[in-house]
């Protein structure tokens, strides 16, 4: 299995992990703490699935901490569906190397 951390590799993972992170506690909790311990950090902070009852965080973007000089996310209002979608803008560490 690949170790993000120690790969000196960029990572970015994104998805619908159906894990709530505005409830920061149980299985929630776990799985952040399982992505930052692989040096993955979530970019959204908004609720992104949005019913007439709940609000959850449940579609997110993780980066790699070496990978994100500035982080920009927004999430749009779409009548598409109950999951709204979701945008990130990276400035990234570029090493430039010589050809």
Do not use: W
Request: net charge negative.
């Amino acid at each position: 299995m690949l170790n993000v951390r120690n790969s000196g590799l960029e990572f970015m993972i994104m998805g619908d992990f159906n894990y709530d992170l505005k409830i920061l506690a149980g299985m929630n909790l776990d799985f952040l703490n399982f992505m930052s311990s692989h040096d993955l950090y979530p970019v959204v902070t908004v609720p992104t699935r949005i019913t007439e009852h709940f609000a959850t965080l449940i579609d997110n973007i993780f980066v790699s901490s070496r990978q994100v000089a500035t982080t920009c996310a927004e999430v749009m209002i779409s009548p598409i569906s109950d999951h709204r979608p979701v945008l990130a803008r990276l400035g990234l560490h570029i090493k430039k190397t010589s050809s």
